[in-house]
T-cell receptor, first 112, second 114 residues
Framework: QKEVEQDPGPLSVPEGAIVSLNCTYSNSAFQYFMWYRQYSRKGPELLMYTYSSGNKEDGRFTAQVDKSSKYISLFIRDSQPSDSATYLCATLIKAAGNKLTFGGGTRVLVKP | NAGVTQTPKFRVLKTGQSMTLLCAQDMNHEYMYWYRQDPGMGLRLIHYSVGEGTTAKGEVPDGYNVSRLKKQNFLLGLESAAPSQTSVYFC?????????????FGSGTRLTVV
């Protein structure tokens, strides 16, 4: 079993809809939680970073962490065709060389 | 622009050949990483370095070697390429602020071993 699980999709939504993405993780030692966006044939780029349980908003993006359930989510409001990409969740343990453990990624398609 | 530069961008190797992938960063980051990305497997850590002259194994190190002779460079070597090493390889670097600053990734090297 992978330490971080993520539905591969694809997740197809109409423009303007809310995109909801989820990951589960198994290691309770994970302390930091991130979402990366990866466009086709590009490297991943950091979207959101959270440390504690709860919500964090940044523009149209909201990241949610529930440490008791080992569940992390990303919501994209008012989705745009430019949001079409693969979204990767990632977790990190503070004292482990900053090594990130990634989920497999969810491909999102926003149709105009 | 500041960032992580990977060379080459594409390469086709024959089984048994060797090659070195170069990663260079100009952000004075201490930590550097090599990942491979395969369909359905996500990003898996091959090797990483927490500073000049240091390296450590990640999740899938077999068949690869690395060196960090200079702080800004992290080299990934394949001594005897195998078809199972066909993948997209990403280098990344990070500063000291754990996840807060995130990793900065290169644009990847697409390697095919035939």
């Amino acid at each position: 079993q992978k330490e971080v699980e993520q539905d591969p999709g694809p997740l197809s939504v109409p423009e303007g809809a809310i995109v909801s993405l989820n990951c589960t993780y198994s290691n309770s030692a994970f302390q930091y939680f991130m979402w990366y966006r990866q466009y086709s044939r590009k490297g991943p780029e950091l979207l959101m970073y959270t440390y504690s349980s709860g919500n964090k908003e940044d523009g149209r993006f909201t990241a949610q962490v529930d440490k008791s359930s080992k569940y992390i989510s990303l919501f994209i409001r008012d989705s745009q065709p430019s949001d079409s990409a693969t979204y990767l969740c990632a977790t990190l343990i503070k004292a482990a060389g900053n090594k990130l453990t990634f989920g497999g990624g969810t491909r999102v398609l926003v149709k105009p | 622009n500041a960032g992580v530069t990977q060379t080459p961008k594409f390469r086709v190797l024959k089984t048994g050949q060797s090659m070195t992938l170069l990663c260079a960063q100009d952000m004075n980051h201490e930590y550097m990483y090599w990942y491979r990305q395969d369909p359905g497997m996500g990003l898996r850590l091959i090797h990483y370095s927490v500073g000049e002259g240091t390296t450590a194994k990640g999740e899938v190190p077999d068949g690869y070697n690395v060196s960090r002779l200079k702080k800004q460079n992290f080299l990934l070597g394949l001594e005897s390429a195998a078809p199972s090493q066909t993948s997209v390889y990403f280098c990344a670097s990070s500063g000291p602020n754990r996840g807060q600053d995130g990793y900065t990734f290169g644009s990847g090297t697409r390697l095919t071993v035939v």
